[in-house]
Nanobody, 122 residues
């Protein structure tokens, strides 16, 4: 069982930055593919970014603005969000994949955090 706890959300003006963190339990964290998803009110959950031993993936909407990284010594994955836009508003979820090499789709992830809210004002 893997537990994920997100932090770092908040209210920010358009053009600002936030860094989300996700702390994971488990002794094999370095083997997991880790991802960030978001869900805006009334919309489906969408992929934002993922990181694994095999590389990085980003949604087109965040390329060049968001950066995913991880610190395996701290069992933590980060999402640095720059040049934020109002359309980035939503609940951001961290997820861990134990079965898929390069996880992107939500069904490829096995564990989910509770989410952290990000609000970008115009």
């Amino acid at each position: 069982q893997v537990q994920l706890v997100e932090s770092g959300g908040g209210l920010v003006q358009a053009g600002g930055s936030l860094r989300l963190s996700c702390a994971a339990s488990g002794r094999t964290f370095s083997r997991y593919g880790m991802g960030w998803f978001r869900q805006a009110p009334g919309k489906e959950r969408e992929f934002v970014a993922a990181i694994s031993r095999w590389g990085l993936n980003y949604a087109d909407s965040v390329k060049g603005r968001f950066t995913i990284s991880r610190d395996n010594t701290k069992n933590t994955v980060y999402l640095q969000m720059n040049s934020l836009k109002p359309e980035d508003t939503g609940d951001y979820y961290c997820a861990a994949a134990t079965r898929v090499v390069i996880p992107i789709a939500p069904e490829e992830y096995d564990y989910w955090g509770q989410g952290t809210q990000v609000t970008v004002s115009s």
